[in-house]
């Protein structure tokens, strides 16, 4: 999973994250050294959202946000400990340790320990890492992060993904048995199970398999992936913090999975992928207007991240950026997942001539925006949301970065 870094110029961006894991590591645990650095990166979705559970497609990207662990076995008597030097919520301890099972396959055992939520996303790999029969020996390990909690840029994803890849290093010369496919399936099965959210295979497949310089166009279907060129100097993708943090598990992602499973079953089709629009208008009386807006959404979203693929292969800045216009409408009128704070971001951002277009992303409930501008406009934007804004956002001029991979150790 992931290449072995060379420290290129992407590393420089998340320099501070590595070297404070790496000093927590070595406050927490007696001065050692790790001898195994991993990391796995946030992503945004630049279109498609809410699709990929309904079998449809997505075009998200890494950043250049990511966690990173570092670590190495330990003679702790079969004892797992763990810090981390972010902060992933209010009331969650920074340290905490847990007995690895006696048996492989006894996977409940090791979530069945109670501890921070953040820590139950590493014990969910753990656990499913364990459970095939992996030897996984007790180690002890850092964490940090700079992908922000809640805001819609795969922190969780990012975690699981970098979990998975430091259980590949600490087994070896042993080996998961698993493609980079099966990996991140693995991760998100992790996040169903022990972290109770639903979640859809973008998140994991894109920290997991990103390229740099590209967008990662994912089927959801087949999950066939397609690495699409996104690297022009005059064009800039901002990221925008709206400080608003949601948590997916309070119900409304579940709700939502489950009008859109009503819809194909009064329709008789396996996913919403499989219907059109025109089929879903000549039905819409067998709909209640709930579930007619949220299909209308998924079907609508996953023409426009078709187009949108096209529209990035050719250059066309302009179409690409009319259907991000296009998706945050929908998403805030018919899904019904955007926020206030995510709808004045948007507007704020339009107004300036050298934006292409602006959505919100990630689950919704607040979180961030993506905004798709030329490069001279960036400034401009940032000073008119800073200024108008109702509340305190947070930007990130965002590249298309590499995904998952093992940082050399060089003491």
């Not at 048996?103 to 969910?124: H, N, Q, T």
């Not at 949108?308 to 259907?323: E, N, P, S």
Request: net charge negative; proline share 5%; aromatic share 8%.
């Amino acid at each position: 999973l992931g290449p072995r870094l060379t420290r290129p110029l992407y590393f420089m961006a998340w320099k501070d994250c590595y070297q404070q894991a790496v000093q927590t590591f070595k406050n927490t645990f007696n001065g050692k050294n790790p001898t195994i650095q991993v990391f796995a990166p946030g992503r945004v979705n630049l279109i498609g959202e809410h699709t990929d559970y309904n079998d449809g497609c997505v075009l998200p990207m890494a950043m250049h946000l990511v966690t990173v662990i570092v670590g190495c076995p330990s003679e702790n008597d079969g004892v797992c400990r763990l810090v981390t030097c972010s902060s992933f919520g209010p009331s969650q301890p920074s340290y905490t340790e847990f007995p690895l099972p006696s048996r492989p396959s006894d996977e409940i055992k090791l979530v069945s320990v109670e501890g921070p939520r953040w820590a139950s996303y590493i014990k969910g790999v753990l656990a499913l890492s364990n459970g095939r029969g992996c030897n996984i020996p007790a180690f002890d390990a850092a964490v940090a992060t700079t992908v922000p909690l809640g805001g819609g840029l795969s922190s969780s994803a990012a975690l699981e993904v970098a979990t998975c890849l430091f259980v590949e290093e600490l087994i070896r010369p042993a080996s998961l048995g698993l493609s980079l496919q099966q990996k991140a399936l693995l991760c998100q099965e992790a996040e169903h199970r022990y972290a109770r959210v639903p979640c859809g295979i973008m998140d994991q497949f894109v920290s997991a398999m990103a390229k740099e310089g590209h967008a990662l166009f994912l089927d959801c279907r087949d999950r066939s992936t397609e690495c699409v060129p996104l690297s022009s100097q005059d064009l800039v993708i901002l990221v925008t913090n709206s400080n608003v943090h949601h948590e997916l598990v309070n119900n409304e992602y579940g709700q939502r999975r489950s009008t859109c499973e009503s819809v194909c079953q009064k329709l008789n089709k396996p996913f919403l992928r499989d219907v059109t629009l025109e089929e879903l208008e000549a039905n819409k009386d067998s709909l209640t207007e709930l579930e007619f807006r949220r299909a209308r959404h998924v079907v609508g979203e996953i023409k426009r991240t078709f187009q949108a693929v096209q529209a990035l292969k050719d250059g066309d800045y302009a179409r690409f950026g009319h259907l991000m216009n296009e998706s945050h409408n929908s998403l805030r009128d018919d899904y019904e997942v955007s926020c206030a704070e995510l709808d004045e971001l948007v507007s704020l951002a339009r107004q300036d001539k050298g934006v292409y277009g602006s959505r919100m992303t990630g689950g919704g409930f607040g979180g961030c925006t993506v905004t798709l501008l030329k490069a001279e406009a960036v400034e401009r934007v940032k000073e008119n949301i800073t200024e108008k804004y109702s509340g305190k956002a947070t930007f990130y001029t965002a590249t298309a970065s590499q995904g998952a991979g093992v940082i050399p150790v060089t003491n």
